[in-house]
């Protein structure tokens, strides 16, 4: 059973951080590149990270310099520390695995809720 659950979502402050965390099970996820979405309202899915199985990250350039992705391979999990959010910040994370930075990977997560108030 493949699966991806992402958590810490929640409401912050412009100017606040959030740290989310995406556990795999189900796949050998040392050998994956993992990769992290986000969905506004109305708007279109989009790359935010990706931190390669060799731990070589990419970033969006929006979020350059405020969020960073990272791995634990012995935890199966990747995060994503995000600092000096913004409401443009504001949208539901997704986890995927198989992530390359043109395409996403064929596994997601059901998503986290990231709401940032003004």
């Known amino acids: 059973q493949v699966q991806l659950v992402e958590s810490g979502g929640g409401l912050v402050q412009t100017g606040g951080s959030l740290r989310l965390s995406c556990a795999a099970s189900?796949?050998?996820?040392?050998?994956?590149?993992m990769g992290w979405y986000r969905q506004g309202p109305g708007k279109q899915r989009e790359l935010v990270a990706i931190?390669?199985?060799?731990?070589?990250?990419k970033y969006t350039d929006s979020v350059k310099g405020r969020f960073t992705i990272s791995r634990d391979n012995a935890k199966n999990t990747v995060y994503l520390q995000m600092d000096s959010l913004t409401p443009e910040d504001a949208a539901v994370y997704y986890c995927?695995?198989?992530?390359?930075?043109?395409?996403?990977?064929?596994?997601w997560g059901q998503g986290t809720l990231v709401i940032v108030s003004s």
């Open positions: 189900g796949i050998i996820f040392r050998l994956y590149d």
């Open positions: 931190i390669s199985r060799g731990d070589d990250e």
């Open positions: 995927n695995a198989g992530a390359s930075y043109s395409s996403p990977g064929r596994v």
